[in-house]
């Protein structure tokens, strides 16, 4: 059974970084696409990067560039640095794999728990 697992969420002021992380246990990391998605309070659920197996990263166009993903297929994580965070970027963050299927779209085959990220103003 996959398990992903969040960690690195938490408040921080505006213009502040975090950087979250993602550990997958229990399936074939290196095969995966891995992506961040997020839900804001009020809001539904919005793609926030993504990594493929060869290295391809799609961003919401909505970040300017704030934001990295990267992956490391030894360790088995994917993680999300976080820079110049705004009042709008607060959400629960949540990790996402998949082996087929587009690299944007919303239905992944599993999802970690989700951590929550604050930014105040």
């Known amino acids: 059974q996959v398990q992903l697992v969040e960690s690195g969420g938490g408040l921080v002021q505006a213009g502040g970084s975090l950087r979250l992380s993602c550990v997958v246990s229990?399936?074939?990391?290196?095969?995966?696409?891995m992506g961040w998605f997020r839900r804001a309070p009020g809001k539904g659920r919005e793609f926030v990067a993504a990594?493929?197996?060869?290295?391809?990263?799609p961003y919401a166009d909505s970040l300017e560039g704030r934001f990295t993903i990267s992956r490391d297929n030894g360790k088995n994580t994917v993680d999300l640095q976080m820079n110049s965070l705004k009042p709008e970027d607060t959400a629960v963050y949540y990790c996402?794999?998949?082996?087929?299927?587009?690299?944007?779209?919303?239905?992944?085959?599993?999802w970690g728990q989700g951590t929550q990220v604050t930014v105040s103003s």
């Open positions: 996402v794999a998949r082996r087929f299927g587009p690299i944007r779209g919303s239905d992944y085959e599993y």
């Open positions: 229990g399936g074939t990391f290196n095969i995966y696409t």
């Open positions: 990594i493929s197996r060869d290295g391809i990263t």
